[in-house]
């Protein structure tokens, strides 16, 4: 009874995780599929060294289930052949304006950002951004800065056209600024900073659910597209995979570097990192690189993609 105790908990997980059945508290939970995969050895080793055949057998089918879906994102995969210019995008979670203003443009600074997407903007940082040498930098933009955690904004070093703010209906309401972009050399490429509502309570799951199906999907027969920012989803959830599916790639993943945490933890709870901040690309779009950095103030972390688009037609 003690090896079956231990190694039905770690079946469930995995039933959820591959059916896709993230409802209620269960959509928390499944963000830390990564710790539970890894966690999984445990049940594995106790049942063998107890020689206990069924449960090892069920325990070992587990491990290579949870494994099998996050491993991958620590695996580098062969990019697409864009012969195009290589571009630098940074998105950024400014927590309510009160991220250190200075790391940030620090950062845009030292790794000659070209793009960068900003959620939670205020007027306030906005305005310190610009005071500390952003507007040199960046000097394109569409901004919609707003008082507490509602605004976005979006800055490029190349020219911006067809800009907008998009609403979002679930939960806070987070805005989304968008831009197409005008990189030399490579087709228009369409930048959104997004941020749907986050599942940090029952009530709001649902609008956690409608934000991320509203989000503007991929277009594989037409324009470029990119959606970077605070997505408040991990890989293991089901309605992030199905935006996945309409042409995307997370960069992340596609660089190996996608069990970097991004986020957590937050006002001082023992939460583990996890991975919520995202940088997808169309699939025609080479990603070269992804590194995750910290920004005081902020409880989380921005990441920076390194890509190379396809050349112009």
Do not use: K
Not at 146 to 161: N, W
Not at 241 to 248: C, I, K, M, S, V
């Amino acid at each position: 009874m003690v090896c079956w105790a231990a190694v039905v908990p770690g079946v469930g997980w995995a039933v959820v995780r591959l059916l896709g059945l993230d409802r209620g508290p269960l959509v928390q939970l499944l963000a830390f599929t990564p710790y539970v995969a890894a966690g999984s050895l445990l049940p594995l080793v106790l049942t063998v060294a107890l020689r206990r055949r069924w449960p090892a057998m069920v325990a070992a089918l587990t491990t290579v289930a949870l494994v099998a879906v996050v491993a991958p994102r620590a695996i580098d995969s062969a990019p697409p052949d864009a012969g195009g210019p290589a571009i630098r995008l940074l998105t950024a979670n400014l927590l309510a304006g009160t991220a250190d203003a200075r790391v940030l443009v620090d950062l845009v600074r030292r790794h000659s950002v070209d793009v960068l997407a900003a959620q939670e903007f205020t007027p306030e940082i906005g305005a310190e951004l610009d005071r500390l040498g952003l507007d040199t930098l960046l000097p394109h933009r569409e901004l919609h800065p707003a008082e507490g955690t509602l605004g976005s904004g979006l800055y490029a070093r190349f020219p911006v056209s067809a800009g907008g703010v998009r609403h979002n209906r679930g939960g806070w309401g987070f805005d989304q600024a968008y831009a197409t972009v005008a990189v030399p050399g490579a087709p228009p490429v369409r930048v959104e900073s997004a941020h749907p509502a986050a599942p940090y309570a029952l009530d709001q799951v649902g609008h956690w659910r409608t934000d991320l199906a509203a989000q503007p999907p991929a277009t594989p027969d037409g324009s470029l597209s990119i959606l970077a920012g605070d997505f408040n989803a991990t890989l293991d959830h089901g309605p992030l995979r199905a935006l996945l599916d309409t042409g995307y790639v997370d960069a992340a993943d596609a660089a190996g570097a996608g069990l970097t945490g991004t986020w957590g933890p937050y006002d001082g709870d023992p939460i583990p990192p996890v991975t919520i901040d995202h940088v997808l690309v169309d699939r025609r779009i080479a990603v070269r690189a992804v590194s995750v950095h910290p920004v005081r103030g902020s409880d989380h972390r921005a990441v920076l993609a390194v890509l190379r688009l396809p050349t112009s037609v």
